[in-house]
């Protein structure tokens, strides 16, 4: 009988390890997973302030960005009074690097509806429109890496 007791609690004590070890599998895995959540609601969160930061840079005069070369990757940075571009690459909280792009907008001469540079239709480029890309990514040290991109269409408005 005591061989018998013995080999019961050997296989409770197994068990029980095997159960302390799926478990702990199973929260790291949410929190890989959480913080995966978090770098992707950051990330759109800084794409978002990118186009907001593309719009105040418009409303403070449409040179701000009738002055930046087509299809070249800029830094935002706020200076404590305003949002300016740079090109030199700028890290957000150690983790994320955002970029922003201006390119020019052509519109099809028939009826102005906004056509790609590589349209066949008959276009002109459109001095009072710019498409805005901004592009967020990041890897950590868990080599989770992402990236999210928004892009908007901004007009001059006041000018």
Same mark, same amino acid.
């Given at each position: 009988? /005591?061989?018998?007791?013995?080999?019961?609690?050997?296989? *409770?004590?197994?068990?029980? %390890?095997?159960?302390? $070890?799926?478990? %702990?599998?199973?929260?790291?895995? +949410? +929190?890989?997973?959480?913080?995966?959540?978090?770098?992707?609601? =950051?990330? +759109?969160?800084?794409?978002?302030?990118?186009?907001?930061?593309?719009?105040? %840079?418009?409303?403070?005069? !449409?040179?701000?960005? +009738?002055?930046?070369?087509?299809?070249?990757?800029?830094?935002?940075?706020?200076?404590?009074? =305003?949002?300016?571009?740079?090109?030199?690459? =700028?890290?957000?909280?150690?983790?994320?690097?955002?970029?922003?792009?201006?390119?020019?907008?052509?519109?099809?001469?028939?009826?102005?509806?906004?056509?790609?540079?590589?349209?066949?239709?008959?276009?002109?480029?459109?001095?009072?429109? /710019? /498409?805005?890309?901004?592009? $967020?990514? !990041? *890897?950590?040290?868990?080599?989770?890496?992402?990236?999210?991109?928004?892009?908007?269409?901004?007009?001059?408005?006041?000018?």
């Amino acid at each position: 009988m /005591k061989g018998f007791s013995l080999v019961e609690i050997l296989v *409770a004590v197994a068990v029980l %390890l095997a159960s302390f $070890v799926s478990v %702990l599998t199973a929260f790291q895995v +949410a +929190a890989r997973h959480g913080r995966g959540t978090l770098e992707q609601v =950051q990330g +759109a969160a800084l794409a978002e302030e990118g186009i907001e930061a593309m719009t105040s %840079l418009r409303d403070t005069g !449409w040179s701000n960005l +009738a002055s930046l070369s087509a299809g070249t990757s800029y830094a935002l940075y706020f200076d404590g009074t =305003q949002w300016k571009t740079t090109a030199t690459p =700028q890290i957000i909280d150690g983790v994320f690097q955002r970029t922003v792009v201006v390119n020019d907008v052509y519109r099809r001469t028939s009826d102005k509806d906004i056509v790609a540079s590589t349209s066949l239709d008959t276009k002109a480029i459109d001095a009072g429109t /710019k /498409k805005i890309t901004v592009r $967020v990514s !990041w *890897a950590t040290t868990t080599q989770q890496a992402g990236k999210r991109i928004m892009e908007a269409y901004l007009m001059n408005l006041f000018e």
